[in-house]
């Protein structure tokens, strides 16, 4: 199947996805502080640039969005059927990328938490396993 878009209009609307305070990344932070947690957000000096860094705590939250770094048996998360060479090397890369950061920062002594962006929908579930790992 074809795109919708046109090749223009289909670069255009790539050009303004955002890689940094995305809906889902604000819910978490959204949470954490009415928890009463203070935070730094994507910190460059440590690997994978974590998207929340609670330094206190020597913990890291990463909100992944699910197409982009390729949840496994998410909905959102299926790959494009056109230009499907670029997608998946892209898509890949992503995913070694980030198994390669938490595996770097555990090796340094931070606490990794990965959310991925379909479970910022449920919020009562979400806060709970936060709850959980800042225990």
């Known amino acids: 199947m074809s795109d919708v878009f046109s090749r223009k209009k289909r670069s255009w609307i790539m050009a303004r996805v955002s890689g940094s305070n995305t809906k889902p990344e604000i819910i978490v ?4 502080y009415g928890l009463g947690f203070r935070y730094r957000i994507n910190v460059r000096k440590l690997p994978g640039t974590p998207d929340i ?8 939250v990463f909100v992944h969005g699910c197409f982009w770094h390729g949840h ?3 909905k959102r998360s299926k790959r494009p059927t056109t230009n499907v060479a670029f997608w998946n090397r ?5 995913i ?6 938490l595996k770097e920062l555990r090796r340094l002594g931070w606490k990794p938490l990965v959310i991925w962006e379909c479970q910022t929908k449920k919020l009562e579930s ?3 396993r936060l709850v959980r790992f800042f225990k």
């Open 29 to 32: 932070r959204r949470i954490l």
């Open 53 to 60: 860094v609670l330094s206190k705590h020597n913990k890291v």
């Open 72 to 74: 496994k048996g998410c």
């Open 90 to 94: 892209k898509i890949d890369k992503n």
């Open 96 to 101: 070694e990328r980030d198994k390669n950061g």
């Open 126 to 128: 979400l806060e709970k």
